[in-house]
């Protein structure tokens, strides 16, 4: 009796174990199993009817490409990265269902309901519709409903999330008959990726891209070049990358990228890259030295930047603008085919630098603010005559007070409240304190200090953002805090980080995953629930203890949640 009741217990938790949360979701009790040799068919639109007459015909192309990745995608999470969960249930409990007289699912179909339009690969913020219906029957029919192949591709991740590994073989689930029905708060869900303080393999950021959708993101920012490395390959500039990277094996061609963003948009994932200027850009220093203000002072390098090196690209100079043309005319028609989008950047520009800039000479922001406007134009008119949206970073409109083109997108970092002053000035903006959302923060310094300094000065040597934001934090986080009703349409949504200055290949699972999933779910569900409310750590626990175990069954170091103890024993583990 007491066993009966402990699995009551357990499975009421197991009973949504879908991350992110679908916006409605009911189930039962009924055991399916699933056979490897099951029949999937995708009916699409009529794809004999003559191709829509827009511009080109790529989204037209891709559908189908699209949704036989996301089936292919299934089959391998389903069969060869499912896991038994074991965890979940009580100690030497027979949790699994028999192996006895099995009902098998018949089939799954994937109807879409209307053509991919034609940027599907490459939509802007809300203009492809990932909204999805999944129903599973007791007598073990699957359906899958969505309006594009986007919204396919979520509904069958959220599927492959209804089913576990038996020990004795063969996947099943326990939840027959599934409703769901669901669709993202926000539009843009992202990650923003450093690659230039530590360089990752294309593997790593594949796998990057892989648990991104496995999670619902829909964004990945890569923020490709910085002050310490250039690996970005511009064949027209081949010395920025072949001097600048930190090895000749260390670079990204335009072949790399384009795969990776390739890769990402098959899976609902828009990949955009980031140029960081002016302040982040000192790596330019390794090909063009004259182009760079204040390159590496020292030893008081903390007055010119906030990290070392310092140096900013010149703001009067002619030479910047020529670089910048030529920089603009080989890699922005190159984004085009994978991105709406191009980040200018525009963080942390240390006005100090320019006391050393040959061509202004000055640190007075009235002289200067007028050059920062024109270099902004500059880009920005660069980057829309190739078609993109600009991406800034908040500093450019709330500390520079620039004036910005309607387009543009602001990215804020800071506070909740420059969200709030962002969209009350009529821009879009996307959310991601760092007090919430940085993922490298709480690591200690990488700095390292002379013996006299170090014990008075800087013990016990935390970072800048300490402490590290646990994956509570993240999920208390509302990227609508403070921003009125009327504004929220603005919010196109947010953005987690990984900066890179203590983050390789050897920790970037565990740094990013599963704390970024905390981030999905705000993103994807809304931080709070359908009554209003802040959502709660109890039911969101064990169901983000599944999605972690899930993405270690892909092969992913994910860090753990939990003990089992917590996850065997109901709500022991609250408080
Ligand atoms: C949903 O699944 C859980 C876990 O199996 C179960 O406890 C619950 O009763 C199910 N809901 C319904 C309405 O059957
Ligand atoms: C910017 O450069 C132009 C052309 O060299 C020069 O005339 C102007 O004085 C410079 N502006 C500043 C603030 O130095
Ligand atoms: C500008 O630079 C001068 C000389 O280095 C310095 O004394 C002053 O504090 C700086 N002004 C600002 C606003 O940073
Ligand atoms: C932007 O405006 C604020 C408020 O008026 C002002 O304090 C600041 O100095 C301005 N920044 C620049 C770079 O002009
Ligand atoms: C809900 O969460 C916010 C942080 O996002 C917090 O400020 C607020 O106090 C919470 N409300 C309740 C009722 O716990």
Redesign the pocket.
């Known amino acids: 009796m007491k066993l009966l009741i402990a699995l009551l217990v357990v499975s009421a938790q197991l009973a949504s174990a879908l991350w992110p949360l679908p916006e409605s979701y009911t189930n039962g009790t009924t055991v399916l199993w699933l056979k490897r040799d099951v029949r999937i068919t995708y009916t699409g639109p009529d794809q004999s009817a003559s191709p829509p007459s827009y511009g080109n015909n790529q989204g037209w192309q891709s559908s189908p490409q699209i949704v036989r990745f996301a089936i292919q995608r299934t089959y391998q999470t389903i069969f060869s990265e499912g896991y038994v969960p074991w965890k979940f249930n009580p100690r030497n409990s027979n949790f699994e269902p028999s192996v006895e007289g099995q009902t098998f699912i018949n089939s799954v179909t994937l109807k879409q309901t209307a053509p991919d339009p034609p940027n599907v690969l490459k939509p802007l913020a809300g203009e492809v519709d990932e909204s999805y219906k999944l129903s599973l029957t007791e007598s073990g029919e699957a359906t899958i409903t969505a309006a594009t192949s986007i919204g396919i591709s979520r509904g069958l991740t959220t599927f492959t999330q209804l089913f576990y590994k038996h020990t004795k073989g063969g996947v099943y689930t326990k939840l027959a008959p599934v409703e769901i029905k669901d669709a993202p708060k926000f539009a843009h869900r992202g990650l923003n990726m450093d690659v230039s303080r530590n360089y990752f393999q294309l593997a790593d950021i594949r796998r990057m891209i892989d648990n991104l959708a496995y999670s619902k993101f829909n964004r990945l920012h890569l923020h490709v070049i910085d002050s310490q490395s250039w690996p970005l390959e511009v064949p027209a500039l081949p010395d920025l990358a072949a001097k600048g990277a930190y090895g000749s094996s260390m670079t990204y061609s335009p072949n790399d990228i384009e795969q990776l963003q390739n890769y990402a948009a098959l899976q609902g994932v828009q990949m955009y890259l980031e140029i960081d200027l002016p302040g982040h850009v000192a790596s330019i220093h390794w090909s063009q030295p004259e182009l760079i203000a204040a390159y590496d002072k020292q030893p008081d390098w903390n007055i010119y930047s906030n990290e070392p090196p310092s140096g900013s690209i010149k703001l009067n100079s002619s030479k910047t603008y020529d670089f910048l043309g030529t920089l603009w005319d080989d890699l922005l028609p190159r984004m085009t085919t994978y991105s709406a989008y191009f980040h200018t950047g525009g963080d942390e520009v240390n006005i100090q630098t320019y006391n050393f800039d040959d061509t202004v000479n000055t640190n007075d922001?009235?002289i200067?603010?007028p050059l920062?406007q024109k270099l902004i134009d500059f880009n920005h008119d660069a980057v829309r005559a190739r078609g993109l949206v600009p991406i800034v970073w908040e500093e450019m409109l709330?500390?520079?007070?620039l004036t910005l083109g309607e387009d543009v997108i602001v990215q804020t970092w800071q506070t909740s409240t420059n969200v709030a002053a962002t969209v009350a000035s009529g821009h879009k903006a996307l959310a991601g304190d760092y007090n919430f959302w940085y993922l490298d923060c709480g690591q200690g310094q990488w700095l390292d200090f002379y013996p006299g300094a170090s014990s008075t000065q800087y013990y016990p040597y935390n970072d800048y953002c300490y402490p590290r934001h646990n994956w509570r934090v993240m999920y208390a986080y509302d990227p609508l805090e403070g921003v009125p009703e009327d504004q929220q349409h603005l919010v196109l949504g947010g953005e987690v980080h990984i900066w890179a200055e203590q983050t390789d290949p050897a920790n970037i699972d565990r740094m990013v995953w599963p704390r970024a999933c905390a981030a999905a779910e705000v993103l994807w569900s809304g931080a709070k629930d359908s009554e209003g409310q802040n959502r709660s750590q109890i039911v969101a626990s064990p169901r983000l203890s599944d999605m972690r175990e899930r993405l270690v069954a892909r092969g992913t170091m994910a860090e753990p949640i939990q003990m089992p103890f917590c996850l065997m024993e109901g709500e022991k583990c609250a408080l």
């Not at 709330?398 to 007070?401: A, E, G, H, Q, T």
């Open positions: 922001t009235a200067l603010q920062m709330l500390v520079w007070n």
